[in-house]
């Protein structure tokens, strides 16, 4: 979400320009029936009038269609060739114009280009928003409270699910929980009043902290992410579970 915020902010250099030409190579990153017609279609010579982010996607909207993006773990936005200032870990900065898998050229020179190596991204036109829940970075205290108390699901697999909130990667879940003190298999709904606000104060607080140092890979918890590797907070060997399908890292000492 770190990386796709910073994304949302190369795109805004692209609000107010006028789409001349869609370029679309790669039917298999069109996705949610998605086509090269349809995008051509829909978005020449519309407008791009402002730049949304839900969770990990990407919205940009335009006086004629929405363009939902995804850029996976290695897609990158480019708009006149430049991506966010600081360069971001995942994925290369090599640059091969087969990688390219989507592009808008502007009137009056200029261009936005998705730009995906692995071809784990993807490209929608009007995607559906309804099953997505809020983003992490607007939810309140009180509606986090609320929707954890609803459900029984271990709080890392919680966190990672984008229909309860949107916006929350592995290692984001990881840092948040290390944190804020909480143990990722504890279920959600066993958390106090006092430990659900705890929770949202540190994950507002984490996705700031680390998309100020650029990545979300750039948490104190992520230096310690290996095998043997001991909690930065106290020196207790870091236990390594799966948890909600992904690996996750944690400190029994502290983590409760
Ligand atoms: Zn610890």
């Given at each position: 979400?770190i990386?796709?915020e910073?994304?949302?902010?190369?795109?805004?250099?692209?609000?107010?320009?006028?789409?001349?030409?869609?370029?679309?190579?790669?039917d298999?990153?069109?996705?949610?029936?998605?086509?090269?017609?349809?995008?051509?279609?829909?978005?020449?010579?519309?407008?791009?009038?402002?730049?949304?982010?839900?969770?990990?996607?990407?919205?940009?909207?335009?006086?004629?269609?929405v363009?939902?993006?995804?850029?996976?773990?290695?897609?990158?936005?480019?708009?006149?060739?430049?991506?966010?200032?600081?360069?971001?870990?995942?994925?290369s900065?090599?640059?091969?114009?087969?990688?390219?898998?989507?592009?808008?050229?502007?009137?009056?020179?200029?261009?936005?280009?998705?730009?995906?190596?692995?071809?784990?991204?993807?490209v929608?036109?009007?995607?559906?928003?309804?099953?997505?829940?809020?983003?992490?970075?607007?939810?309140?205290?009180?509606?986090?409270?609320d929707r954890?108390?609803a459900?029984?699901?271990?709080?890392?697999?919680?966190?990672?699910?984008?229909?309860?909130?949107?916006?929350?990667?592995?290692?984001?879940?990881?840092?948040?929980?290390?944190?804020?003190?909480?143990?990722?298999?504890?279920?959600?709904?066993?958390?106090?009043?006092?430990?659900?606000?705890?929770?949202?104060?540190?994950?507002?607080?984490?996705?700031?902290?680390?998309?100020?140092?650029?990545?979300?890979?750039?948490?104190?918890l992520?230096?310690?992410?290996?095998?043997?590797?001991?909690?930065?907070?106290?020196?207790?060997?870091?236990?390594?579970?799966?948890i909600?399908?992904?690996?996750?890292?944690?400190?029994?000492?502290?983590?409760?």
């Amino acid at each position: 979400m770190i990386e796709i915020e910073a994304y949302r902010r190369v795109a805004e250099r692209a609000v107010g320009r006028r789409i001349a030409r869609v370029d679309a190579p790669d039917d298999w990153y069109l996705k949610a029936g998605t086509t090269a017609a349809a995008l051509r279609a829909a978005l020449r010579g519309a407008q791009i009038t402002g730049t949304r982010r839900i969770g990990k996607l990407l919205l940009l909207d335009t006086d004629q269609a929405v363009l939902g993006l995804r850029f996976g773990m290695t897609g990158r936005l480019l708009v006149d060739g430049q991506g966010p200032i600081e360069r971001l870990e995942y994925g290369s900065s090599r640059m091969e114009p087969a990688w390219i898998r989507f592009a808008l050229s502007f009137h009056g020179g200029g261009r936005l280009e998705v730009v995906d190596p692995r071809r784990l991204g993807g490209v929608v036109l009007d995607p559906t928003l309804d099953h997505l829940g809020p983003d992490a970075l607007a939810i309140g205290p009180a509606a986090l409270r609320d929707r954890l108390a609803a459900s029984a699901a271990p709080l890392k697999a919680w966190l990672l699910d984008q229909h309860r909130i949107a916006g929350v990667g592995n290692l984001l879940a990881d840092e948040a929980l290390w944190r804020a003190g909480l143990d990722p298999a504890r279920p959600a709904r066993s958390l106090t009043p006092a430990e659900a606000r705890r929770l949202h104060k540190h994950l507002i607080a984490t996705i700031t902290t680390l998309g100020d140092r650029g990545g979300s890979h750039m948490g104190d918890l992520q230096v310690a992410r290996a095998r043997g590797a001991t909690c930065p907070r106290d020196g207790t060997p870091l236990l390594r579970r799966t948890i909600g399908g992904r690996t996750t890292y944690s400190c029994p000492r502290h983590q409760r």
